[in-house]
């Protein structure tokens, strides 16, 4: 199973940035996606779930209404779009899965059980 983050980069204040994961390895419409960061000197922690149907999505409180997340099957791959972004969302951003189908999302990063590699996403004031 492999899990492969990109689209961090630097960008100021107010600016966007997409970041995509690609997942190969497992069946991609039997797991719920989510995205986790970490910033400087911070525990992971919870951004955005997607679950295994795409029909249910929730949002850290932190980000609702500025990040969106979103699959596509036909890519196996998550997305999490992200706008209006603040000094505060730097860390390095990290894709997982869990098997989902049929099971409550969640939060938890214990209970996901493959990652990716982290993209580093910077955001200047």
């Known amino acids: 199973v492999q899990l492969q983050a990109f689209g961090g980069g630097l960008v100021q204040t107010g600016g966007s940035l997409r970041l995509s994961c690609v997942v190969s390895?497992?069946?991609?419409?039997?797991?719920?996606l989510g995205w986790f960061r970490q910033g400087p000197g911070k525990e992971r922690e919870f951004v955005a779930v997607i679950n295994w149907s795409g029909g249910t999505t929730y949002y850290a409180g932190s980000v609702k209404g500025r990040f969106t997340i979103s699959r596509e099957t036909a890519k196996t791959t998550v997305y999490l779009q992200m706008n209006s972004l603040k000094p505060e969302d730097t860390a390095v951003y990290y894709c997982?899965?869990?098997?989902?189908?049929?099971?409550?999302?969640?939060?938890?990063?214990?209970?996901?059980?493959?990652w990716g590699q982290g993209t580093q996403v910077t955001v200047s004031s």
């Open positions: 997982a899965a869990k098997y989902g189908r049929w099971k409550a999302v969640t939060t938890t990063p214990d209970e996901y059980h493959y």
């Open positions: 390895g497992l069946t991609f419409s039997n797991y719920d």
